[in-house]
């Protein structure tokens, strides 16, 4: 019985040597519970999203050659740019095959191409026409181990499905099928994947397996990235389906190889990585399910959501080298959760809280700040910053006197952020910003304040859902026996922003379970304003929200983002030095 | 005779009825001269780049009903997105036809569409296949006028030319000739462009222009458009090439009407534009270029960028609804050449220099910074930063003792930066920032200090460049009877942070003009480190050069831009909420 392990990896992006050591170890270790091939995601070797890499002639020669170096007792289709053909032409994202068979042959890089991206994906996370040509012809795999494997990439699968946002004009899947129909005898196709998570993803590409296995009548399997790489995060869940709709799924947020047996969804079985630093979030249990399931109700949706933001942080924690992390304790709902991931994700004896009161914070806030650090056990400082804000105060003067209030509700949350910057720089740790998806969207934050941060664990992550993750770190925590991280006093008290005497977020804001389905509908559902009304919204409500969010009112110039400084942000050609970019829609 | 007037236009993007009414108004100036036809820039309804506007298909659909509105009484070829021929499609990048033949006719929208754009551009500042689908036809505008054109938009002519930096499978350029070949009778080719700017971009056009028309043996002419949108700038500059290679060449930074003789290039000439605001930097004069001349000679380099930079600065605050800035003057020639780009931009009167000295300032420093805003008539303001600068030292107390000296140095930066905002916020003016190509490519900046503004006017000017600058402010100031802004103190004396007692830039980094050097040939020439040894480089200097430049040494997590906060940062897809981005290669 020949039996396929997909390979799922986290590769951290550019690191060839480290990737090609981590694909040799998933190999070995699917060889060793009985694989007799094995099949990688998408650019295994250097990573998916590459970007600008790509660019680089070199960067692709070196991938490529790397996975041609890949060893591996086992045959193995191994994901890697293909360097172009020549000066005038872009690479490919293309499939080679390594293993037994083909190490002693030298010189022969050409001939062990075996497949190569058809539909570039250049939409929503997705630029790959930026980098890649694309071919026209679907992978065969002939006398792989004792199989023939049609191969397939990624998106070249989604079209068959109608699934992607515009059509391609043409279809790999029916490429593989029409062989099938000429007599071409294969066992099964494989997809190497890096397919990014978003809620209701998985059924989604359970489906596109589902739909490409019933029209080429034979098992179809996908190889899924896992882990987190740059502003992109993978969810693992590599599956198989089979043409009549049963299918299995490897679990998310862990690395290591899906054994599938091409004749029995029951004899598969999910390997974790050895890897001492392989990711290992969630559950390790498969989900073996039948034609009319589509597993979402194996699934809880906060718990998904709660390991997808730890994952994210954790990941990229690990592969930029950061080994702690400062932010701010506010005592609110925010940055009590913003604490819980980082203790999560890194540690929390890596973590550091530091809780900065003003003139208008509440004793209430400093208590629940404490409250959630000393149940997570990371470090917590108190530094009141009534002293500095006055200072400033008095700087300014008449131009705070005279001129828009949030001004001076701005010079705490910049205070702030120099004193978390401070604690950030002198130690070389990360600071995190906490601001949720709601606040943000809407403009309700300081930039170069609370904005300040290297990462924004809870950026998309919307405010009600931060309350569901907040009794979720509770539930865990209590479940270990631990204190509940999050108190009481934070879960139920109104939001407030404490930059002012008695203010709420809701003097400013509608109601958050409101404003989250207004934000869900525009930004998730991509309905404009005459589209949100007439689905029932209020006409005022929908002004308010969307009005806020485009201009996000007298704010918006704080909205900028700093300039970017990677080299990259020059280009080759000119580009106009913009730090600030905002949509205009006719005159401002 | 029949004469054409290239509308080069200044859109702003996503106002539609307002780049409609501009372009009415230039046909109508062009007819008003003489022209019998007017062609567009690329895209002029919708301005360029509209980017993921063109996403919703509610604004593709009124771009194209805009620009079937334009009313001219001479006939009208421009650019606009022409809807998808059905949802599964992307739009098109197109040209329609306006004027007096077809205004009566309605509802034949689809009949009145003449070309639609081949070669997309996906690389650099180009995303165009992200947005549009590509069409595999050239345009042919029959009876236009008394004439028939040939129609390629922007890209379409730059594969004939093979200066494009991947080959397309087709040539539009080549399509049009085998026209001429098989008889039909064509008067000369247009080209509705959007051409950015960059230093020598212009030579690269003209040789474009020059190699189609001796390809096509008909005159080529360029419309293209001028001015700032988002973080793109354009210098106009449209032109006619001849076969025989003779040329005419628009003014670069105005909007106005190149009026065309097909038949003699002396007989060309330039019109400005009648628009209250339209922008009109630098000289009104045309270039008439014989075959042998790319008329480099007649442009002044550090004019050119002079000229871009105010540009970019006063195009993208006009766009934008901004009618003030503040800026910190240190004394030194960085924010001294910033405080002369935002005047020239906006008018002295709408600028405040803050100049903010700590313990470790200089008198001259002060004493320049004020010479700078009095020469130039701007507000000026001191506020001493040493009391808020002990207050925070104190809080910080034993973590900046024990941290990483950049900590304390930051400080300075980020209290700078408060008083900057508060200022900007309280009187809702755009804070600038005015960092130099130079030092912030080496992280030779404070994040979230020195960092902080809605646009870095110099960004992209290498320091070599902004001393060169600053003379040339000097001498306009000077011919025009006023104080050069600049003094003689600020260009002479050693750049200096002023952050920590004598610290001076050359402790840290290269020397400028060597420093300048290496970072061009990496940034603009694409070397790579081995390349730039075997070009000469020294090894030490190369390697501690990009060294700083992909690690920003311990500030890389303070090089992080702050979170976006536009609705399109968070797509319809999941990402990562990552505030920071930065380039790995290999493990970190």
């Not at 930029?320 to 932010?327: A, H, K, P, R």
């Not at 704080?558 to 080759?572: D, E, L, T, Y």
Request: with cysteine; charged share 20%; hydrophobic share 40%.
């Amino acid at each position: 019985m020949t039996k396929v392990g997909l390979l799922q990896l986290d590769p951290t992006v550019g690191d060839l040597s480290g990737n090609v050591q981590r694909l040799a170890g998933l190999a070995q270790l699917a060889e060793a519970q009985g694989a007799s091939v094995g099949v990688s995601t998408e650019l295994a070797v250097c990573g998916y999203p590459p970007r600008d890499l790509l660019l680089e002639h070199d960067f692709v020669q070196r991938s490529f050659n790397a996975a041609l170096s890949v060893t591996s007792s086992i045959p193995l289709l191994v994901g890697t740019p293909v360097p172009a053909e020549d000066e005038r032409s872009l690479p490919t994202n293309g499939v080679v095959r390594c293993g037994p068979e083909y190490t002693t042959i030298t010189g022969e890089g050409q001939a062990r191409i075996v497949a190569e991206k058809q539909l570039l994906p250049t939409y929503d996370v997705f630029d790959e026409a930026r980098y890649f040509a694309a071919k026209n012809r679907s992978g065969l795999a002939r006398s792989f181990g004792s199989l023939t494997l049609g191969v397939t990439v990624c998106e070249d699968a989604w079209q068959s499905a109608g699934m992607t946002p515009s059509a391609y004009a043409n279809d790999p899947i029916e490429h593989i099928a029409e062989w099938c129909r000429q007599g071409v005898a294969i066992h099964a196709t494989v997809n190497l994947s890096a397919s990014p998570f978003h809620a209701d993803k998985f059924t989604k590409r359970l489906a596109v397996a589902r739909h490409a296995a019933s029209v080429l009548n034979h098992p179809f399997l996908l190889a899924n990235q896992v882990g987190g790489n740059d502003d992109l995060l993978f969810d693992g869940r590599s599956l198989v389906a089979w043409p009549d709709g049963r299918a299995v799924v490897a679990p998310s947020w862990q690395e290591g190889v899906l054994l599938v047996d091409l004749d029995d969804p029951a004899a598969c079985s999910w390997i974790k990585s050895e890897a001492s630093d392989a990711l290992q979030t969630g559950q390790h249990s498969l989900m073996l399910l039948e034609a009319n399931d589509n597993g979402q109700a194996m699934v809880d949706s906060i718990d998904e959501l709660t390991d997808a933001v730890v994952t994210g942080l954790a990941d990229y924690c690990r592969k930029s080298g950061i080994t702690s992390i400062v932010l701010g304790l506010s005592g609110g709902i925010d940055s009590a959760v913003a604490a819980c991931v980082a203790a999560a994700a890194i540690g929390p004896e890596n973590v550091t809280g530091l809780a900065m009161p003003s003139r208008h914070s509440s004793q209430h806030s400093i208590d629940d700040a404490e409250h959630t650090a000393m149940a997570l056990g990371m470090e917590y400082v108190l530094h009141r910053i009534d002293g500095m804000h006055e200072r400033v105060e008095e700087t300014l003067g008449e131009v705070l006197e005279h001129g828009h209030t949030v001004a001076g509700e701005n010079l705490q949350a910049r205070l702030r952020a120099i004193l978390v910057m401070g604690y950030a720089n002198a130690r070389s740790s990360m600071a995190i910003t906490t601001g949720n998806k709601s606040e943000i969207a809407q403009g309700y934050c300081t930039l170069y304040g609370d904005m300040a941060g290297g990462y924004a664990p809870l950026g998309d992550v919307y405010k009600m859902e931060v309350y569901a993750m907040a009794e979720r770190f509770n539930q865990r925590a209590e479940a270990a026996g631990r204190t509940a991280p999050v108190s009481s006093s934070t879960l139920t008290k109104p939001p407030s922003a404490e930059l002012a005497p008695d203010q709420f977020d809701e003097d400013t804001l509608p109601a958050y379970d409101v404003l989250d389905d207004v934000l869900r509908a525009h930004i998730e559902g991509g309905l404009n304003a005459d589209e949100m009304m007439a689905s029932g919204f209020e006409e005022s409500l929908v002004m308010d929200v969307l009005g806020r969010l485009e201009r996000n009112e007298h704010k918006r110039w704080q909205m900028a983002p700093a300039p970017r400084v990677s080299p990259r942000a020059f280009g080759q050609g000119w580009r106009r030095p913009l730090a600030s970019r905002h949509d205009w829609r006719g005159a401002p």
